[in-house]
Nanobody, 123 residues
Framework: QVQLVESGGGLVQAGGSLRLSCAAS????????MGWFRQVPGKEREFVAAISWGSGRTDYTGSVKGRFTISRDNAKNTVYLQMVSLEPEDTAVYYCAADLRGILGDYRGMDYWGKGTLVTVSS
């Protein structure tokens, strides 16, 4: 059974940094795409960043380019989202997700989701 467990959320001031972690278990993830998404209450969940576990290629939504970095640690089966220069608009619940198709660019069919971790950025 696949499990994705996020951690690392918290309260930070604007301009600060956080690193989110997503510990994955239950399968071999070498052919997966792993993604980070976020959701604000009352709004749709939105794509933030993704990484192809095998190739290491990455993809980002425009608003986080240059501020967020997605990476993975194969030995630990963990995906990270390093966030710097955080803005109040980044406040959301952040979710980790996995896609068996292993592609970048289409995130409508993620197969597994974590329960999320809350990031709050104060102004």
């Amino acid at each position: 059974q696949v499990q994705l467990v996020e951690s690392g959320g918290g309260l930070v001031q604007a301009g600060g940094s956080l690193r989110l972690s997503c510990a994955a278990s239950g399968r071999t993830f070498s052919s997966y795409t792993m993604g980070w998404f976020r959701q604000v209450p009352g709004k749709e969940r939105e794509f933030v960043a993704a990484i192809s576990w095998g190739s290491g290629r990455t993809d980002y939504t425009g608003s986080v380019k240059g501020r967020f970095t997605i990476s993975r640690d194969n030995a630990k089966n963990t995906v990270y989202l390093q966030m710097v220069s955080l803005e109040p608009e980044d406040t959301a619940v952040y979710y980790c997700a996995a896609d068996l198709r292993g592609i970048l660019g289409d995130y409508r069919g993620m197969d597994y989701w974590g329960k999320g971790t809350l990031v709050t950025v104060s102004s």
